[in-house]
């Protein structure tokens, strides 16, 4: 169970010698032999307004409306005719994209109804994580090791601490935690970070990281 546990965390280089023969190595291909295996697929799907599925099914009152479309709130909200607001006689919604928030407002104001906006700082950290973990899922299949560690990198940069060199991510962190955090071996992720460097956008000392330069491994990342 332990060999288990560390192939999915990444635990330590001490702890990796303990692997059977040959699990290392496999541990190093699986990023190579997932990225052709777990190819996004885009499919084309019809979309239809709120008004439509209103006149389809012949709706005359809306007691209560509803709305968690995963930032397109505004897009549902613009998809209701001016003809159709007047059925609805309440909405609850959750707002994904801070930017939206006042556009909603705004419309929803200006046909009348009060609103009110609640924050659970609980339910909103859980959200954050969730829709991380959601990305990071998608990353895993879409994105080799380098290019995953690159938007993660960009992610917490976000919290890091501005320098005369560039952003120092949080101190403390180890290639081990970067393994965890973008699912690859410490082994990948060394090498990514080694790629990273030098092409110029990060360097790396004990126990620490710094981006140097935050616009070019944005772009790299994608």
């Known amino acids: 169970m332990a060999s288990r546990l560390l192939i999915a965390a990444g635990e330590t280089a001490a702890s990796t010698r303990e692997l059977p023969f040959g699990v290392r190595e496999l541990i190093d291909a699986a990023d190579e032999i997932l990225v052709d295996r777990l190819k996004p ?35 549902v909200l613009n998809g209701i005719e001016e003809r159709h607001w007047a059925l609805i006689r309440q909405i609850v919604l959750e707002i994904d994209t801070l930017k939206n928030r ?8 200006a046909r009348g109804f009060a609103t009110l906006v609640e924050q659970d700082e609980l339910l909103r950290m859980i ?3 969730l829709r991380v973990s959601d990305r990071r899922r998608v990353e895993f299949g879409a994105y080799g090791t380098t290019r995953r560690l690159a938007r993660l990198l960009v992610d917490l940069a976000a919290a890091g601490t501005p320098s005369g060199a560039g952003v120092l991510l949080r101190k403390g962190l180890t290639q081990d935690d970067l393994a965890g955090m973008v699912g690859a071996s410490r082994e990948s ?13 990060v360097s790396t000392g004990r126990r620490q990281v710094a981006v140097l330069d935050l616009a070019g491994l944005r772009e790299f990342a994608g």
């Open 102 to 109: 006042e556009k909603v407002l705004e419309l929803l104001e």
């Open 189 to 201: 992720v060394a090498r990514a970070l080694a790629s990273l460097r030098e092409l110029g956008f």
């Open 41 to 75: 697929e885009a499919l084309r799907v019809p979309l239809r307004t709120l008004s439509d599925v209103i006149d389809e099914h012949g709706v005359v009152h809306i007691d209560l409306l509803k709305i968690n479309v995963e930032k397109s709130e505004l897009d």
């Open 127 to 129: 959200a954050d994580r």
